[in-house]
């Protein structure tokens, strides 16, 4: 089980890539996301982004909530880290 502690390092070391990254590994790291995203649509239908945009904030959030959470910020850890680094050369 994933708690708030876990989200928290996620989340500070997203700030963290953020500040160390250009303009264009961000754009980059967008990029890649979206077409993430557009790819599970295609597989699994439509994502249901008012109940996902409604956690952000929200004071209390319960496990299932707070793992949502965490794991979206490896996501973005994980695929920012490997703009950055430089992991996949080509830029589309």
Same mark, same amino acid.
Do not use: C, W
């Given at each position: 089980?994933?708690?708030?502690? #876990?989200?928290?390092?996620?989340?500070?070391? *997203?700030?963290?890539?953020?500040?160390?990254?250009?303009?264009?590994?961000?754009? !980059? #790291?967008? =990029?890649?996301?979206?077409?993430? @995203?557009?790819?599970?649509?295609? =597989?699994? %239908? !439509?994502?249901?982004?008012?109940? #996902?945009? *409604?956690?952000?904030?929200?004071?209390?959030?319960?496990?299932?909530?707070?793992?949502?959470? *965490?794991? %979206?910020?490896?996501?973005? @850890? $994980?695929?920012? $880290?490997? @703009?950055?680094?430089? @992991?996949?050369? !080509? =830029?589309?």
């Amino acid at each position: 089980m994933t708690d708030i502690s #876990t989200f928290k390092q996620y989340y500070n070391l *997203a700030d963290q890539l953020i500040e160390k990254s250009s303009k264009d590994d961000i754009a !980059e #790291t967008a =990029r890649l996301l979206a077409l993430n @995203v557009a790819h599970y649509q295609l =597989r699994y %239908g !439509e994502l249901p982004l008012d109940e #996902t945009l *409604a956690m952000i904030g929200m004071a209390n959030p319960n496990n299932e909530q707070i793992k949502l959470l *965490a794991d %979206g910020m490896e996501i973005l @850890v $994980g695929v920012l $880290g490997s @703009v950055v680094m430089g @992991v996949d050369q !080509e =830029r589309h």
